[in-house]
């Protein structure tokens, strides 16, 4: 087994080599030009029109700018250090620094990238450390992550899960000419592609999204020779947004990424606003590139299946015990926290139950759900077991709340006490008991209370707009253009649901978008909900849950047996920028209103619950409903 070498080359390129791989670098930006492995002189493109290698980047903005994009900022480092070196490791820096001199030409962030290669590895790592000082200005960080370009020539081959892999398209089938830009940029449609397989697809970065809990390792396979190239998450820790958040993952280009902040289905909520003088720190990683092949050929998917094993170890080796920099914290520096959570629904359960499935965490104090727009600090999640108990290893040192989500019911739990964690430590917090809102029994429900709108009635597409891997495919509501079914489906009225009578998997529609009218012209449309009572109580009010999983410029209003009401019983007010629907993402922010519906406003026999998404200036205008359910009066004896 060969020593990690290191070799600087005119002050301008370093090279790192362990006799597995050798990785290129400039000096001192810090980009990869050169990764050779395998007998390929270099798995990264050069010659792209834009981005090339392997880079660092964000995006970023000064106060007052709307909506979420900003200035591209690539991480050019300004200084380079040798950190480690020796026979095991060599472990390399890139700092870029700031001052009031490059206000407005990059963020105010001290950068410090960082970048690992092991003797014996058959890859390398890669983290970053971000710091906000006292003495720079505000400003919002809408993205970072690292890319890596790789050879067009040599990876048409892209993996994200077991069901999710395929070749794939060349960029250049994307150029006007060959492709058709659909509705927003990143969409295109196919039309003259230069494989022929390929024509009247739908190619579109956004159809490959991920949840954090499940976007542990991607990337592609080149089949001459068989080499495989993957981003290996071992842990979700320095990711924004919680364990269902999704984000990019590998697309056309072919681009592998690993994104740690975004506002992709979530909104300028997911951002980071600095203020003045701030001070603030974060590390970034390390995640972990991981190279494999093999010499036969026709064995070259089995690069996939190794992969994910090679995922395990990076897991279980979590958090590493080679990065050189205090502010990565070793196990022995990080705590432990254990406890139970039960569940208790007074009409469903008189006795606290194990919340079997729960999602526990810990994240920065804040209100109930805040977790799941927390940006700046570290989130540590795991799922209770079917006792109820959990166990959150390898927790930073820090304040936090405990929070939690229960599938099956609907709301949010956050612990009343903080949670200080130490080296070293060790907490258990005895049983904790979430009792989700209710008023009183259960009348009918529409959904699964799950924060996704995966179980509604979700259409084909229409056959001009298919990708062929989602197809009689679990994620069917990754195909694009799905919002516009609506209007195919309900050409002149809206939909009707009828409880006891309707089934919502093949009677609501998966999400509540506006009718398509003309070219450009769209209409508010009106949801009716119909349903019978026998008695109407006169002893309290009725109680109406609407729990959404995604609104993107939305407004809901509930209106009560009149549809003409002047005033609506409810009214959301403008809520939401996730975008889930035009991004294929089932569920974005998750959102719960509770609509207090007094007796007099119900009859005994037929009543209807109207529900109009009254925003119609683009089709992607809409919400997705995760849970909807009316309960009655308390009853005496709750």
């Known amino acids: 087994m060969s020593d990690v070498k290191l070799h600087i080359q005119d002050d301008q390129v370093v090279v790192v080599d362990n006799g597995i791989l050798q990785l290129t670098f400039t000096v001192p930006e810090g980009a990869l030009i050169g990764i050779q492995y395998n007998g390929i002189d ?33 991480l050019n480092g300004t200084s380079f250090e040798v950190v480690t070196e020796n026979e095991e490791q060599v472990e390399l820096s890139f700092k870029r620094t700031w001052d009031t001199s490059l206000q407005g030409e990059h963020a105010p962030l001290y950068i410090d990238k960082r970048f690992i290669m092991l003797r014996g590895s058959s890859g390398f790592y890669s983290y970053a450390i971000y710091e906000h000082s006292e003495d720079m200005p505000s400003f919002v960080l809408y993205e970072t992550r690292i890319a890596f370009m790789l050879k067009i020539d040599k990876f048409r081959y892209m993996a994200i899960a077991d069901n999710r892999q395929r070749h794939m398209p060349l960029p250049d089938d994307r150029l006007p000419g060959r492709g058709e830009e659909l509705a927003y940029p990143e969409a295109v449609r196919l039309v003259d592609p230069i494989e022929p397989e390929f024509r009247g697809e739908v190619d579109d970065k956004y159809q490959y999204s991920c949840e954090n809990k499940d976007n542990r390792v991607h990337g592609w396979i080149c089949f001459d020779p068989p080499v495989g190239f993957w981003q290996i998450s071992p842990t979700n820790e320095f990711r924004t947004g919680g364990p269902v958040k999704q984000d990019l993952t590998s697309h056309v280009n072919p681009t592998t990424l690993a994104m740690f902040v975004s506002a992709h289905y979530g909104g300028v909520e997911l951002s980071l606003q600095f203020k003045s003088g ?24 089995s690069l996939w299946d190794d992969a994910k094993e090679q995922m395990k170890v990076e897991t279980q080796g979590w958090p590493y015990s080679f990065p050189n920099s205090e502010d990565f914290p070793n196990s022995d520096q990080r705590g432990t926290v254990t406890g139970r959570l039960l569940v208790q629904d007074r009409y469903t359960n008189k006795q606290p139950l194990p919340a079997s499935g729960a999602y526990v965490g810990l994240a920065l104090p804040g209100e109930t759900g805040s977790w799941q727009t927390e940006s700046k600090g570290y989130q540590f999640w795991t799922t209770v077991d079917e006792k109820g108990k959990f166990c959150i290893k390898n927790v930073r040192a820090g304040d936090y709340n405990l929070y939690a989500w229960v599938p099956g019911f609907i709301g949010d739990y956050l612990s009343d006490v903080s949670i200080t964690i130490t080296s070293g430590c060790e907490i258990d917090t005895g049983d904790l008991v979430y009792e989700p809102p209710r008023h009183g029994p259960t009348l009918w429900e529409i959904g699964i209370p799950d924060r996704s709108a995966a179980e509604f009635y979700i259409p084909d597409p229409n056959p001009k707009y298919q990708n062929k891997l989602f197809l009689n495919h679990p994620d069917r509501f990754r195909q694009y253009g799905l919002w516009e079914r609506y209007a195919d489906l309900y050409p002149d009225g809206d939909l009707v649901y009828t409880v006891s009578v309707s089934d919502y998997q093949r009677d609501w529609f998966f999400a509540h978008v ?13 949801w009716q909900i119909k349903f019978h009572l026998k008695n109407v109580y006169e002893s309290g009010a ?29 009214s959301s007010g403008l809520i939401g920028t996730d975008n889930a629907i035009a991004r294929h993402g089932i569920h974005g922010l998750y959102y719960l209103f509770n609509v207090d519906i007094p007796y007099d ?10 529900l109009t998404q009254t925003s119609s200036t683009s089709p ?16 005496p004896n709750s």
């Open 542 to 570: 009725y109680k109406l849950r609407l729990a959404l999983a995604s609104a993107t410029h939305s407004v809901l209003e509930v209106r009560i047996n009149d549809p003409q009401a002047n005033r609506p019983q409810f």
């Open 42 to 74: 270099n798995l990264l493109e050069l010659h792209n029109p834009e981005l090339n290698g392997g880079f660092w980047d964000l995006n970023w903005a000064e106060p007052g700018n709307q909506g979420t994009r900003g200035q591209f900022d690539k």
């Open 514 to 526: 506006s009718r398509k009218t003309g070219d450009d012209t769209y209409e508010a449309t009106t």
């Open 278 to 301: 701030e001070p603030w720190k974060k590390v970034f990683g390390p995640v972990f590139i991981y190279l494999n092949s093999v010499s036969d050929g026709g064995k070259a998917l």
């Open 620 to 635: 992607f205008h809409g919400i997705m409903y995760d849970y909807i359910r009316l309960e009655g009066p308390p009853s």
């Open 601 to 610: 406003q119900l009859v005994e026999g037929d009543n209807t619950i109207f």
